[in-house]
């Protein structure tokens, strides 16, 4: 069994930063990619980010704000998040896919961009 911790979220006010990490622990061997997604109240959960080696995506809502890092070592993802806006408020989920391709979710951060 794989599980995901997620911490770094928060209150923040438009035009601040924060960094959200996930690390993941238990039965895996190989992690393939690694990623950020988030759902707004009323809406669907989107992509922000994902990182696959050293190839990353991001949607572009977030391009030349978000970056996304991975520490291989530490089986952790970074997301550091910069002038953030109030329409980036969102639960924001890790996601890992591991081994074979078994896609694992964590529970969930909420992140809050005050105006």
């Known amino acids: 069994q794989v599980q995901l911790v997620e911490s770094g979220g928060g209150l923040v006010q438009a035009g601040g930063s924060l960094r959200l990490s996930c690390t993941a622990s238990?039965?895996?061997?190989?992690?393939?990619?690694m990623g950020w997604y988030r759902q707004a109240p009323g809406n669907q959960r989107e992509l922000v980010a994902t990182i696959r080696r050293g190839s990353t995506n991001y949607a572009d809502s977030v391009k030349g704000r978000f970056t996304i890092s991975r520490d291989n070592a530490k089986n952790t993802v970074y997301l550091q998040m910069n002038s953030l806006k109030p329409e980036d408020t969102a639960v924001y989920y890790c996601n890992v896919d591991v081994n074979y391709g078994s896609d694992i979710w964590g529970k969930g951060i909420l992140v809050t961009v005050s105006s």
């Open positions: 238990g039965s895996f061997w190989r992690i393939n990619v």
